[in-house]
Structures are given as structure tokens and as C-alpha cells.
């Protein structure tokens, strides 16, 4: 078990799952706060480390693509404060963080079986029903139907199509942008035989703003909407190695195990050649649990 509590929040590690609950005190961005706590498992996460800063520094975590609708639909646009895979870390706490952020590096190595996108979300994405208002319009959601109502900021062309109603069905995405310059922000939706290509501001199928940088809690609404659309998803083709070539190179590395830092690289190699097949699952797993004994050890 690794864990870490500070002020922006905690994190605690069990070797399946990284649980994130966001901090209490006013200083934690709203969104991470709506977002609330989330419980990340292993497979979902791509890479994670403790970045350094004049005053501490931050965990960041990186998770792979179909995994989370929310990291999906955020493009890696979600930043700073207002990500809620990022935790700051104050100064005298930035030890723990590298040690959270290598115990999870060393079980990510052993774990990862493959690199081909899920058949399923593995984080289940904001719950429904749910809404948010923001800029010229409020969106509502119940997992099944899309209302869009304008507000008094909403231009002539929103005001003079009314309000919207639309069956998930018909939704082929949705896109989501925060504020950025003099641009808009958008939670747009992609209908089935309508074009998308008029500005935020003047498409009746998308929610505009130009004060809020990240549109309230937009991109949960987006992110409860993406969960729910229909997936499409590639198989990439798995490596090959030389089984005879690479099973005589783990037996000669194993043996030359010195320190921390080559436990950790040799978890990875570990990981590869199960993949390839070049152990069994039975010889994967007991030379997995030496080489975690041996971690523990040093």
C-alpha cells in the first residue's frame, strides 16, 4: 500500500486500483470537486509520475485512450488546478510522492498485458441524470435524451431555434473545448445528417460560453454523453520475439539483480515476454513474485 495525503487531496495505491479523492479545503478547483472521488484500476493507467517544482511539484497521471470518457472527451485540454488526475504536492511531501509514484510505475510494468484499447469504458464516467449551464444555454442528460434550453445570452439564431431535444441515438459525438483567447468555449453534439461546421456561438446544437474558462461542469455532461455512445475501437498487432533468445536473457538478469532501479526494469522485460508469449502464465507468476520480494527487500 502507498498513499499520500496533502491539502489539494489524496491518493492511495493497493496494487489493483489508485483511488483519488479531491480535497476539502476552498483552494481545490470546483470541477475537481464535482468530479469527486474516483477509483482509477491498474489497466486504465498509462503512465504516472512526481513532476518538480520550486515549491514541491505534482503527481500527474495518464491514462490510456478508451479508458475514462472524462480524459477522452477532455483531449488533454483539462489542465492545471482544474485535472483531476493532477495532485500538488507541497515541499516536504515531495518524497512520498516519488515513492507513490514508483510503486505504481513497478506494478504498471508487470501488469500491462496489452496496449489495444478496451472493449468497455474501465472508468464508468459522471453519473445521469445531469446538467450544466453555461454562457448562452443549460444542458440537460438522462442517459437516454439531450435537452438544450438557450438563456438571455444566447444569439438571435439559438433564440429563434428554440429549444432542442434530441434521442442519444441520433448523437454520431460530442465535442468539448474550454475558453481559450478570444474563442469560445463549446459542448457541441454531432447529429446524424447535420453539418456542425457554423460557429459555437451560432450553432443551435451547441452550449457557447466566453467569461468561464471551463464552462462549469460541462465537460461531465460531455464526458456522461461519450460514455454512453457506441464504441469503435482497432486491434494492433502484439510484437514477436525470439522465445529461445529471450527466455536465456531473463534467467542471466534475474540472477544479476542488484539494486532497486534494476528491479524495476527487469518488471518491465518481465511483463514483455509474458505478452509475447514466451512464458507461460505459471512461470510469469512466480518469477513476478521474486522480483517483488526482492523490491521489497532493498
Request: aromatic fraction near 6%; include cysteine.
Amino acid at each position: 500500500m502507498a498513499e499520500i495525503f496533502v491539502p489539494d487531496g489524496s491518493w492511495t495505491f493497493d496494487g489493483e486500483t489508485l483511488r483519488i479523492v479531491p480535497g476539502g479545503d476552498k483552494s481545490v478547483h470546483e470541477l475537481r470537486r464535482l468530479v469527486g472521488e474516483l477509483t482509477v484500476p491498474l489497466a486504465a493507467i498509462s503512465s504516472v509520475s512526481f513532476e518538480p517544482a520550486r515549491k514541491g511539484g505534482n503527481l500527474q497521471l495518464r491514462l490510456r485512450p478508451g479508458t475514462d470518457p472524462l480524459t477522452d472527451v477532455a483531449a488533454g485540454r483539462l489542465t492545471g488546478p482544474a485535472d483531476p488526475y493532477r495532485l500538488a504536492i507541497p515541499k516536504d511531501r515531495t518524497g512520498a510522492a516519488s515513492y507513490l509514484a514508483d510503486e505504481v510505475r513497478a506494478y504498471l510494468s508487470v501488469e500491462r498485458t496489452t496496449e489495444t484499447p478496451p472493449e468497455g469504458f474501465l472508468l464508468s464516467g459522471p453519473a445521469v441524470p445531469i446538467s450544466a449551464t453555461a454562457g448562452d444555454g443549460t444542458v440537460n442528460f438522462d442517459g437516454h435524451t439531450i435537452w438544450l434550453d438557450w438563456t438571455g445570452f444566447a444569439k438571435t439564431a439559438k433564440q429563434a431555434a428554440g429549444s432542442r431535444t434530441f434521442p442519444l441515438r441520433e448523437v454520431t459525438g460530442v465535442e468539448w473545448a474550454p475558453q481559450s483567447g478570444m474563442g469560445y468555449g463549446r459542448l457541441r453534439f454531432h447529429l446524424n445528417g447535420t453539418a456542425s461546421a457554423k460557429a459555437p456561438e451560432e450553432d443551435p446544437n451547441c452550449v457557447s460560453w466566453g467569461v468561464q474558462r471551463y464552462g462549469g461542469s460541462t465537460i461531465l455532461v460531455a464526458a456522461a454523453v461519450h460514455a454512453r455512445l457506441p464504441r469503435r475501437t482497432a486491434v494492433a498487432p502484439a510484437p514477436t520475439l525470439d522465445p529461445k533468445d529471450e527466455r536465456e536473457k531473463l534467467l542471466r538478469r534475474v540472477a544479476e539483480l542488484e539494486n532497486h532501479d534494476a528491479v524495476l526494469r527487469r518488471l518491465g522485460e518481465l511483463g514483455e515476454l509474458r505478452r509475447s508469449g514466451v512464458l507461460t502464465e505459471d512461470e510469469f507468476t512466480y518469477a513476478k513474485q521474486a522480483l517483488l520480494a526482492r523490491l521489497n527487500e532493498e
